[in-house]
């Protein structure tokens, strides 16, 4: 990004709805243009959000990040550079780099880590933080020549990359990846001799850019998508397996096939982590079933649902896989090698992400892996994301794919033997509630999103609770899939948000977390700050069903209203009678 477009992002008006929240910077030396860079790159990736860079005092990184939990921050950015653990491994001091003075900088700098460490768990406490270890190129101290490592210089990124190890552990940290920032900030480009040393900013802009652009993605970071639909021939697997044989198909390196097996090793790796993998393939069934029996595949069939195998238009099997797995367009890529099936997959689905398959091109193909991580990466993974696969097939298996919540048969729910646990711990929080939140679209009470540090603030407000709810039946565990937060404030109880994974569609569950709302908080009328958007239909109809009428925003529902139309309910419930009241002790 330029100095200008940064500029340009900043200059609009704020729109209806933008936010304005207070982001912390907590550096060592003068941010200038950095914290204009940070502004602009999170508003590029929040439009909704105006963030104000709070920056601390000159040369006292260690003293800013102990401050950060003194400020009502929704998240704040940490950089570390040499100079912050020995002053001497800066430009503006004159300490010396004799010979006998290596040793002591080293050992001062390993003191100065873990005097930063400990200020980093502390702030982490209070509000999320986004950190980057140091960037610029050690100075010429040690007497060795420029090309051939010192003592001094393999101690200090021993030292570097163990302190970074160790802050990654703290929950609510996020460490800027070095191999990242390298491909954008060449180490070469990055260091500002003589802005360092008349003004303390040691950065090339071009390098403020890219360490901005690096924290404002840990800061405010886009929801992942959800699901990849992949082609079979030539591009899961090299070759066409009606035309070879499925002996023939290949993806390994003594076939020059080891592409295939790398993008199949990528989908097998994202399927551990949660993300849908589904096919979409013109062949023929019996010899795909067969394809997938062969044990050297590296994407294994129980790892791939549904597997949508004909010979019509690729936009209907598309649409069939959307129809299963119940999630929108806009959450899923579709890959393929051929250009005129991307072509006519993305006229029949406009949000879909199409992404080609380049076959007989190496570099493009890792380029599409990299994408791939990009897009479906996750901070972390739950252990919901290993049941999703599973749950949503007997999902479908049971009621079939839907696009809302047909009601099941009355006696198939009350011989489900469905569990719920109703967990309502707010400190510390169950980063589930907020992925929940974050990624839910269909039964949606109003759409918001929330940065972590906002969640944070939100839970910590008196009056606040939270509901997440956890559910398994005899058909198999779906895990945590709901939350309800809101406040409860002379005597008025109002629900924020409200999200149900689509997994849990047609169990009534909906109905017994308003059940638990109305006899936990013993209230005659619940609050709801509903809002209408273009994918919550679900929750927009269960809602009209109780009502009698479409829902408005900022809804009352009564007691009475409730009860006159909850259905019977079947579940065993455990935790309804404490939740709003649990906390550690």
């Known amino acids: 990004m330029k100095l200008i477009e940064a500029l340009n992002i900043l200059k609009p008006l704020a729109p209806d709805g933008e936010r304005e929240v207070e982001v912390g910077l ?3 030396f003068t941010p200038a243009h950095l914290e204009l860079f940070l502004a602009a790159h999170l508003r590029r990736n929040e439009p909704n959000r105006r963030a104000v860079i709070r920056s601390g005092l000159f040369g006292d990184c260690l003293g800013n990040v102990e401050r950060l939990v003194q400020a009502p921050l929704e998240a704040a950015a940490v950089i570390v550079e040499w100079s912050d653990l020995d002053l001497r491994l800066g430009l503006r001091h004159l300490g010396g780099w004799g010979i006998d003075t290596l040793a002591d900088i080293l050992e001062t700098a390993a003191g100065r880590a873990t005097q930063l460490a400990d200020a980093i768990g502390r702030a982490a406490t209070t509000v999320p933080l986004a950190l980057c270890l140091p960037t610029l190129p050690l100075p010429p101290a040690a007497f060795t020549p420029p090309h051939s490592s010192s003592a001094l210089d393999l101690g200090l990124r021993e030292l570097a990359s163990s302190f970074a190890a160790r802050v990654a552990q703290v929950p609510g940290v996020r460490v800027v990846n070095d191999q990242r920032l390298g491909e954008l900030s060449p180490l070469g480009d990055r260091l500002d001799v003589r802005t360092e040393l008349s003004t303390g900013f040691p950065y090339r802009l071009a390098h403020a850019s890219a360490v901005a652009e690096l924290l404002a993605k840990l800061i405010w970071s886009p929801s992942p998508m959800k699901g990849v639909i992949t082609d079979l021939d030539d591009t899961l697997w090299q070759g066409i397996v009606g035309d070879v ?4 198909i290949a993806w390994d390196l003594d076939h020059h096939a080891q592409v295939h097996g790398l993008y199949q090793q990528m989908l097998a790796s994202l399927a551990e982590t949660g993300v849908l993998i589904a096919v979409a393939s013109k062949n023929d069934c019996r010899v795909v079933d067969e394809a997938f029996r062969r044990e050297d595949l590296l994407l294994k069939k129980e790892r791939v649902f549904p597997v949508e195998v004909g010979w019509g238009a690729k936009s209907e099997a598309v649409c069939r896989i959307l129809r299963a797995w119940n999630i929108g367009a806009e959450s899923v890529v579709f890959i393929d090698d051929s250009p005129m099936e991307l072509a006519e997959v993305a006229a029949a689905h406009p949000g879909l992400l199409c992404l080609p398959f380049v076959r007989n091109d190496e570099s493009a193909i890792y380029a599409l892996l990299v994408r791939l991580r990009e897009l479906f990466g996750k901070h972390r993974v739950s252990g919901e994301d290993a049941l999703r696969l599973e749950s949503l097939r007997h999902s479908v298996e049971l009621f079939g794919a839907q696009d809302g919540q047909a009601p099941p048969p009355e006696r198939f729910l009350e011989q489900a033997g ?9 400190n510390p929080p169950n980063p589930r509630a907020l992925e929940l939140i974050n990624k839910t679209n269909q039964f949606n009470l109003n759409g918001r999103r929330f940065a972590e540090g906002e969640w944070l603030a939100h839970l910590r407000t008196p009056g606040a609770f939270l509901l997440l709810v956890s559910y398994k039946d005899k058909f198999g565990v779906l895990g945590t899939i709901a939350a309800l937060t809101g406040r409860i404030a002379l005597g008025e109880v109002v629900v924020n948000q409200w999200v149900m994974s689509c997994r849990a569609f047609s ?7 308003l059940e638990t709302l ?7 009328r619940v609050e709801f700050e509903y809002q209408a958007t273009p994918k919550n239909r679900p929750l927009r109809d269960f809602l009209t069903g109780i009502l009698g009428e479409p829902p408005t925003s900022r809804l009352r529902l009564s007691s009475d209203q409730f009860w006159a139309q909850c259905p019977p309910l079947y579940h065993h419930v455990q935790g309804a009678d404490s939740w709003l009241i649990r906390e550690p002790a």
């Open 245 to 248: 044989g499925v002996d023939a």
């Open 418 to 426: 469905a569990e719920i646990v109703i967990d309502g711990t707010k």
């Open 26 to 28: 907590a550096c060592g």
């Open 518 to 524: 109305f006899e936990v908080t013993a209230a005659d």
């Open 507 to 513: 169990r009534r569950i909906e109905y017994r977390c």
